[in-house]
Nanobody
Framework: QVQLVESGGGLVQPGGSLRLSCAAS????????MGWYRQAPGKQRELVAA???????NYADSVKGRFTISRDNAKNTVYLQMNSLKPEDTAVYYC???????????????WGQGTQVTVSA
């Protein structure tokens, strides 16, 4: 059974920083792309940043220059460094990964349980 466990959320003042982590565990053959999504109250879930297994990255325009996604393939972990946080970054942040459990099986999307990030004075 595969699990994605997030950590690192919390309350921070505008202009502050947080680092989110998401570790994948369980029976894993390979992990393709990993990413972070967020969902604010009353809004749809949106992509924040994604990273491929080779390290190519993609960011939402709203976070470019402020957020950095990275991964440690040896630890099956993805990180999101968030700097210069704004109140509009407040949301529940979800980790996502494309995981193949066995080499002969298809890749499936897995999601973490979400971690709250609140940016407020």
């Amino acid at each position: 059974q595969v699990q994605l466990v997030e950590s690192g959320g919390g309350l921070v003042q505008p202009g502050g920083s947080l680092r989110l982590s998401c570790a994948a565990s369980g029976s894993i053959f390979s992990i393709n792309a990993m990413g972070w999504y967020r969902q604010a109250p009353g809004k749809q879930r949106e992509l924040v940043a994604a990273i491929t297994s080779s390290g190519s990255t993609n960011y939402a325009d709203s976070v470019k220059g402020r957020f950095t996604i990275s991964r440690d393939n040896a630890k099956n972990t993805v990180y999101l460094q968030m700097n210069s946080l704004k109140p509009e970054d407040t949301a529940v942040y979800y980790c996502n990964a494309g995981i193949r459990v066995r080499f002969w099986e298809s890749e499936y999307d897995y999601w973490g349980q979400g971690t709250q990030v609140t940016v407020s004075a």
